[in-house]
Every structure is written in C-alpha cells, then in structure tokens.
C-alpha cells in the first residue's frame, strides 16, 4: 500500500485510477505493460510526499491528487517522449512540470478524463496545452530551436509513418506540425536532428529514425 500525506492526514495512492489514467490517455498502439509501468512511475513519484497545499483548491476528493502528478508526467512524456519517464532519474524535472498545470489547463483535463464516450485526444490536448498555456521556459526551449526555416522550406510538407509495434499511424504534416510530432513520440533531441535534416531535404527524401520505426518522407510544397 503506497501512502502519502495531505494537510497531515494520511492518504491511500489510488492505484486503480492510476492505471484508469494510463488506459485512457497514453496511446492506443502503447502495450499494456507501458502504460502499467508508467502508472506505477506515477505511483512512486506520489509515495511518501508531505502535501500542505500541492495545488489550487485540492482537498483530496475534487481534486484528485493522482490526476494531478498524472498530468504533469503526460506534460513531461509530451515535451520528451514517453520511454523519458522510465528513464528519468531526477524527480525534480517532474515535479517542475506541476508549474504548467494551470486551473485552465486542470479543468479540460478532468472533462475529457470524466467524458467516458468521448475521445481523450492526447494529441491535441498537448498541443493546445503548450501553444496557450506553457510555461515560460518551454516558450524559449522552442523559441530557440530551429522553428525559422526559410520560406521555401516552410512551404514543404511532410509524409510521417511510425510503427508502434502493435499497429501503426501516419500523417501529412506542415514543418511545425511534424517537429510537434516527432516531439511527441520522440522528444527533444529527436526533433532537433528531424529539423537540422529538413533543412536540406528535397522532394522525395526520406529520414528514417535509428530504431527504424519512423520514416518521414519531404513530399514538396503545399
């Protein structure tokens, strides 16, 4: 039994949602042991917290503290790819992510979580999560990054194929909408080597990722 503390009171870690959590937001091409193990990272990153006030308006029930730390491992799997929450070893970089969970950003959250008919749409969700509402140093991180391409390279689109393993997806995208992708799957450092190579793809060049499973095709102008 996992515990943590809220206002000095002793607090049982839902599990249960945890892994409800996982279910309906990670990917659908995601294994079942993923989402699991990444449940349980959660589950860890709550254990044995001392919480005074964790964030706006939580008293435990209609807030939920598990939705909460879930989201802001969603935000950081966002920004850095899902397999960076396994690996990472510093809680910090997640618990900054807490910074990003507005009101705003918590409340569309827990209607999409509570809308069992409806679709989750992690995709967009994320994106509209840093185009509104992302903290100042997420802002610079993709200020920084090579986002201002020349015209013509602006104009391309993209063909982006992955294999998950189970399945597979496709898109065509326009330049920031495939660095938004790539960024999704792969994180930062993906995306920094997808963008050094558009600058010098032509028509019908290919980028496939060292563990093969994503192929990005430049299908010219739009």
Known sequence: M???????????????????????????????????????YVRFLIADLELDEPFYDCDGVGVSV????????????????????????????????????????????????????????????????NEENWDERNRKWNEDLPWRMEESIMNDEYRIEVNTGSGGYGFTDTLAELLADVKFVYGKKEVEKVSIWTKSSKEGDEYVSEDKRMHIWNIGKS
Do not use: H
């Not at 943590?4 to 945890?18: A, F, I, N, S």
């Not at 997640?94 to 069992?116: A, H, M, N, P, Q």
């Open 2 to 40: 996992t515990t943590y503390t809220l206002e000095g009171k002793r607090m049982v870690v839902d599990e249960e949602r945890l892994n409800d959590l996982a279910k309906r937001w990670l990917p659908t091409g995601m294994s079942a042991n993923f989402k699991r193990e990444f449940a349980d």
């Open 66 to 129: 598990e939705q909460y730390y879930f989201l802001a491992c969603l935000i950081y799997a966002w920004n850095n790819g899902y397999e960076s929450i396994l690996e990472c070893d510093d809680d910090l970089k997640i618990f900054d992510c807490l910074d990003s969970v507005t009101e705003e950003i918590y409340d569309e959250f827990i209607e999409r979580t509570k809308d069992e008919n409806g679709e989750t749409d992690t995709e967009y969700f994320m994106k509209w999560v």
